[in-house]
């Protein structure tokens, strides 16, 4: 069985879309490829697993990725308790 493998997305490219989400295009461990869009929350990297991408749907092996592309910007908003936001009725 011949599985084709595409290029590895590395390290320092992963972190720059921390906070942002993201579809996230990867090969499992039988080669199928699957997308997921979620939030990527962290990239980190494991001692003797290697690098993973943390998301809100599951943790990704970073070396079975092949492509990570923006969807948007999560924007948090704060509010502080002396702001009195109307409700509508």
């Known amino acids: ?8 997305v590395n390290l320092s490219e992963a972190k720059s879309y921390i906070g942002k ?4 295009t990867w090969n499992d461990r039988f080669g199928k490829m699957n997308v997921s869009s979620s939030v990527i929350y ?5 001692p003797l697993y290697g690098g993973y991408v943390v998301t809100d749907e599951e943790d990704i092996r970073l070396d079975r990725v092949s492509n990570i592309c923006l969807m948007e910007e999560i924007t948090t908003v704060q509010v502080h ?5 109307p409700l509508a009725a």
């Not at 989400?21 to 996230?24: A, H, L, T």
């Open 81 to 85: 308790k002396s702001e009195q936001i």
């Open 42 to 46: 962290d990239v980190t990297f494991v």
């Open 1 to 8: 069985m011949n599985l084709m493998r595409s290029k590895a």
């Open 21 to 24: 989400r993201c579809e996230v």
